[in-house]
């Protein structure tokens, strides 16, 4: 493993970890606590108890493909893990359209830096991969 590669594998971890921290907050523990009213006691408009558990259902889901994703930058499955990746970018895609409809841009900006990050360990696994093939 080079350096560079090395590198971009441990900034990819950073990465990923840092908005799994922040997917949990919010959306297992923010979004069901103020949903049901413990930020707004004045608001006793009915409301779905569904919801809450939808969202830290989905925060939940989110924060264990990106823990297979950092354990697959790691050490490879055998298979490629090319289904992973795809529903690790199946996740910042999901972040990337809840930033843009609810306004929270702290996704956004996790998002786009992932799907960077994950871009290039893919093109650099995908580089290694055709020399490594050229070499046999």
Known sequence: MTRLSWLSRAAATVLLSLETVAVVFYFCMVVPLFYNGIGFEDEVAPRSKVVPHLMALGGFTMAGINGFAVRELWRPLPDGGRGLALATAGVQVVLLGYAALSGDYLFAVFAVAVLL????????????????????
């Open 117 to 136: 990050m994950l871009g290039a360990v893919a093109a650099s696994g995908h580089r290694s991969g055709a020399q490594r093939g050229e070499r046999r």
